[in-house]
């Protein structure tokens, strides 16, 4: 008999500044919510071992989406009209209305790269949106993405070949080949100029450095985590943060053997350092059983 995912693919009609996205989001799950932020570049497919894990489903919904321009989510209406860049504002308040869309309830965010770098800017900007903000490989500032944008959309260049390498690299050695392949082969698909979109946030519009200071991780459920096989954030990138913003000294986590892509590259992994964060952000529900 075929194997079939309990996983539940769907299309929500998000609105932001007037324009709807009509965007695509996978779920499974009961419970707590749980969204999921990809990479830049990227979808919400990075998070297909996480959405088929019984272990966490049991007890959050969890749910994945692909962001404007990425996956199955298409651009808007009139989207050649102009550049794709994503910026700061765009991002949170995309975030912020796609999680109304679904009527959640002060969900638990957690995003990877980019979609840990805006987890800090959320957690300055709406304190109070969300229960609880897991950064997976985040940084204050990463001025490198953005020397990359314009070789990315060079006439000479094919930026699926040439972003392969790239993603390679960010990846670990010792993570399982058949999912460091996977993670190249879901860059392969990015459209041209979404990447350096992307990058346009990520290295110009997100700069966390000057409010750190003010950021309560403790009251807010703060966690940062980051693999350390990732020459973009490496053990002393996420000190930065630890020693930056107040009571993070006991919510940041390193995964050893694991680069920048810890829900897709090496999924066991993954689930080692991330359960003991559920766990604890379950506490803020009221529940003390543990996954």
Same mark, same amino acid.
């Given at each position: 008999?075929?194997?079939?995912?309990?996983?539940?693919?769907?299309?929500? *009609?998000?609105?932001?500044?007037?324009?709807? *996205?009509?965007? *695509?989001?996978?779920?499974?799950?009961?419970?707590?919510?749980?969204?999921?932020?990809?990479?830049?570049?990227?979808?919400?497919?990075?998070?297909?071992?996480?959405?088929?894990?019984?272990?966490?489903?049991?007890?959050?919904?969890?749910?994945?989406?692909?962001?404007?321009?990425?996956?199955?989510?298409?651009?808007?209406?009139?989207?050649?009209?102009?550049?794709?860049?994503?910026?700061?504002?765009?991002?949170?308040?995309?975030?912020?209305?796609?999680?109304?869309?679904?009527?959640?309830?002060?969900?638990?965010?957690?995003?990877?790269?980019?979609?840990?770098?805006?987890?800090?800017?959320?957690?300055?900007?709406?304190?109070?949106?969300?229960?609880?903000?897991?950064?997976?490989?985040?940084?204050?500032?990463?001025?490198?993405?953005?020397?990359?944008?314009?070789?990315?959309?060079?006439?000479?260049?094919?930026?699926?070949?040439?972003?392969?390498?790239?993603?390679?690299?960010?990846?670990?050695?010792?993570?399982?080949?058949?999912?460091?392949?996977?993670?190249?082969?879901?860059?392969?698909?990015?459209?041209?100029?979404?990447?350096?979109?992307?990058?346009?946030?990520?290295?110009?519009?997100?700069?966390?450095?000057?409010?750190?200071?003010?950021?309560?991780?403790?009251?807010?459920?703060?966690?940062?985590?980051?693999?350390?096989?990732?020459?973009?954030?490496?053990?002393?990138?996420?000190?930065?943060?630890?020693?930056?913003?107040?009571?993070?000294?006991?919510?940041?986590?390193?995964?050893?053997?694991?680069?920048?892509?810890?829900?897709?590259?090496?999924?066991?992994?993954?689930?080692?350092?991330?359960?003991?964060?559920?766990?604890?952000?379950?506490?803020?529900?009221?529940?003390?059983?543990?996954?």
């Amino acid at each position: 008999m075929a194997v079939i995912e309990p996983i539940t693919g769907q299309y929500v *009609y998000v609105e932001v500044d007037g324009t709807t *996205y009509r965007t *695509y989001f996978e779920s499974n799950g009961t419970g707590i919510p749980l969204v999921c932020l990809h990479t830049a570049g990227a979808d919400s497919i990075e998070y297909r071992h996480l959405l088929n894990d019984e272990d966490v489903t049991r007890d959050f919904r969890v749910i994945a989406f692909d962001m404007p321009y990425h996956g199955r989510s298409l651009p808007p209406e009139g989207w050649w009209k102009g550049e794709y860049r994503l910026t700061q504002k765009f991002y949170m308040d995309f975030i912020i209305a796609f999680s109304t869309a679904l009527d959640l309830d002060k969900p638990i965010l957690m995003g990877c790269s980019m979609g840990g770098y805006v987890m800090l800017d959320i957690a300055h900007v709406h304190p109070n949106k969300f229960s609880g903000l897991i950064a997976l490989q985040p940084r204050a500032y990463e001025p490198a993405w953005a020397t990359m944008t314009d070789w990315l959309v060079h006439p000479e260049v094919n930026p699926h070949n040439a972003s392969r390498p790239l993603i390679r690299s960010l990846s670990s050695s010792e993570a399982p080949e058949e999912y460091r392949r996977e993670v190249e082969w879901i860059y392969s698909k990015c459209a041209p100029g979404v990447l350096g979109g992307d990058f346009h946030f990520a290295s110009k519009d997100h700069d966390a450095r000057p409010f750190l200071g003010e950021i309560d991780a403790e009251k807010q459920g703060l966690y940062v985590v980051g693999g350390d096989h990732d020459w973009s954030c490496y053990p002393e990138h996420t000190a930065e943060l630890r020693d930056a913003v107040v009571g993070l000294k006991n919510q940041e986590v390193r995964i050893p053997h694991v680069g920048h892509f810890p829900p897709s590259e090496h999924p066991a992994a993954f689930k080692e350092a991330i359960v003991p964060v559920l766990n604890e952000l379950k506490a803020r529900y009221g529940r003390s059983d543990r996954i």
